[in-house]
């Protein structure tokens, strides 16, 4: 059973016919899906977000005259709270890494299965986003380098202990409880310990936020 117990408006950007109504095929067996609103045009999709902002937005990155990062740039502009998934064919770090940290809320494949749509769009609208450990890892490669030229100092800050850096290290790889102890030889209940101080330390209020966290502050270097 969903989480989801209000009726959501959705829409969707993209300039394929056929991807549009197969999408609004799929939303539409959603439950809590109320409306679906589908456009190939940027300017229609920015008049529609003036008139009712719409509860997620499915964002096409590659359309013919569209740049697709400065269609979420500027969407997200104007509407902070926006919540933009990216369905895309591009699956390379840089364009993984560039939408995320343009705070769009997740960035699937376009042969993502009904099932990896559903979650994502869930896991968007309750807890504000949606990661899946290729997320991760083009996050952890990505902000890599900027991290080298620009040290941070914010470990003094946060306090992190030695092994509270190597659970959220793999936090942010996407393994769970049980392959985090296995990986350190502690129980499942330390690491279960070591995320809730984590939480506490960064201000986070689940591990998606502490991938966030990580990424955003360089503690992934660190």
């Known amino acids: 059973m969903s989480a989801i117990d209000y009726p959501v408006q959705i829409a969707l950007l993209d300039d394929h016919a056929l991807f549009r109504q197969g999408m609004r095929y799929i939303l539409q067996t959603l439950p809590y899906v109320e409306t679906v609103i589908e456009t190939a045009e940027f300017s229609e999709l ?4 003036r008139q009712r902002l719409p ?3 499915l964002l096409d990155l590659q359309m013919p005259g569209v740049d697709g990062p400065a269609a979420a740039e500027q969407l997200l502009n104007e509407f902070p709270d926006l919540k933009i998934i990216v369905l895309s064919m591009y699956s390379a770090d840089k364009f993984i890494t560039q939408m995320m940290k343009l705070k769009v809320r997740s960035y699937l494949p376009k042969d993502a299965d009904q099932e990896q749509l559903r979650q994502a769009i869930e896991d968007v609208l309750t ?3 949606h990661f899946t450990p290729r997320i991760s890892r083009a996050l952890m490669r990505g902000i890599q380098e900027p991290i080298r030229q620009t040290p941070t ?3 003094d800050l946060v306090q992190l202990t030695p092994r509270e850096l190597e659970v959220l290290h793999y936090i942010c790889e996407g393994h769970t409880t049980a392959e985090i102890a296995s990986q350190l030889f502690i129980s499942p209940r330390t690491v279960e310990g070591h995320r809730q101080n ?3 330390k960064t201000g986070a209020h689940n591990s998606t936020g ?3 966290y ?3 502050q360089g503690l992934l270097e660190a």
Do not use: Q
């Open 127 to 129: 807890t504000g986003h």
């Open 198 to 200: 984590l939480l506490e």
């Open 153 to 155: 100092k914010l470990l």
């Open 46 to 49: 920015l008049t529609l977000c």
């Open 55 to 57: 509860d997620v937005v």
């Open 210 to 212: 502490l991938v966030l």
């Open 214 to 216: 990580a990424a955003r």
